[in-house]
């Protein structure tokens, strides 16, 4: 296999594991969030936010809902809108007819306005009450950090850009600057889901629960080193990774790509060990409810 296939491998690989992992969290927020609202249970939809509803504040039990809703919208799609971009390309890993091609584009433009529009609202959502709502945790009260504020602030205007960037670069017809930016994208509105892997990683790898404290590094105020970890890598790792990739496909020497290649298969363990761990903490749990 020569380093360019691998590099495709590889990279193909890390977004069929992270795509069935934020399927099985759109799944849990369906389930968890949509099927304890149905059946009237407050009490559950509360012990697993950050910001509780019910409490008398129209305008924040409205941003919540709100929230929920595109929080699901945006996690089902982004995987569809990756399939839907690789499905358009000539000669893509689908090799798609020119009429099935011209009808997915048709698709890819539709389900791309949806998910840009999605990501900026839900961001604005979330700055909303990261600066107005005071968190507060199931297991541990309320809390307030700064650096959980300013890294939830640099995720929710990252997102923003990007999103703006993405939509004016494909206005432009510069595909390959809108590609780019739409992983970004992709990356950033990921946030929240790369939180919970990174902690269900911790679980696995501590065999500790990591909420409350009960992990090393955790804090049931999430200060800890490994939460303030967590803040910052959940937009950092991801990003620097993707730039990476971006470089080993401009670069002719094989070694960068074949670096990039041993890189993303570690990423692509990083994820699924998180996912199981995420899966096992946190998603089950409340999917499996009586």
């Not at 993405?166 to 946030?191: I, N």
Request: net charge positive; hydrophobic share 55%.
């Amino acid at each position: 296999m020569s380093a360019e296939s691998a590099l495709d491998a590889a990279a193909r690989t890390w977004f069929v594991v992270a795509a069935l992992g934020q399927l099985l969290f759109a799944a849990y927020i369906l389930v968890h969030y949509g099927g304890s609202a149905a059946l009237g249970h407050a009490g559950r939809v509360n012990a697993t936010l950050i910001h509780g509803i019910g409490k008398g504040d129209l305008m924040n039990d409205v941003a919540i809902v709100v929230h929920i809703v595109l929080a699901f919208v945006i996690t089902a799609g982004g995987p569809l809108q990756l399939v839907l971009a690789a499905a358009i390309v000539p000669g893509g890993p689908f090799r798609l007819a020119p009429r099935m091609r011209a009808r997915a584009m048709w698709w890819h433009r539709l389900n791309g306005r949806v998910y840009i529009v999605t990501a900026i609202v839900i961001s604005i959502g979330a700055l909303y009450l990261t600066w107005t709502q005071k968190p507060y945790l199931f297991h541990a009260g309320p809390i307030a950090t700064a650096a959980a504020l300013i890294a939830s602030t640099l995720n929710g205007v990252g997102i923003i850009v990007c999103a703006v960037l993405t939509m004016r670069y494909a206005r432009a017809g510069k595909v390959e600057l809108h590609r780019r930016w739409a992983l970004r994208t992709f990356l950033l509105v990921s946030g929240v889901w790369f939180m919970r892997i990174t902690y269900g990683f911790w679980t696995i790898v501590t065999a500790r629960i990591p909420f409350g404290g009960g992990a090393p590094g955790t804090t049931g105020s999430l200060d800890g080193p490994f939460d303030m970890f967590v803040d910052y890598s959940r937009i950092i790792v991801p990003l620097l990774i993707l730039e990476l990739y971006f470089r080993a496909q401009r670069d002719a020497d094989p070694q960068a790509k074949w670096t990039t290649v041993r890189v993303l298969a570690g990423a692509t363990l990083v994820v699924a060990v998180g996912i199981v761990g995420a899966a096992k903490l946190m998603w089950l749990p409340q999917m499996l409810r009586p």
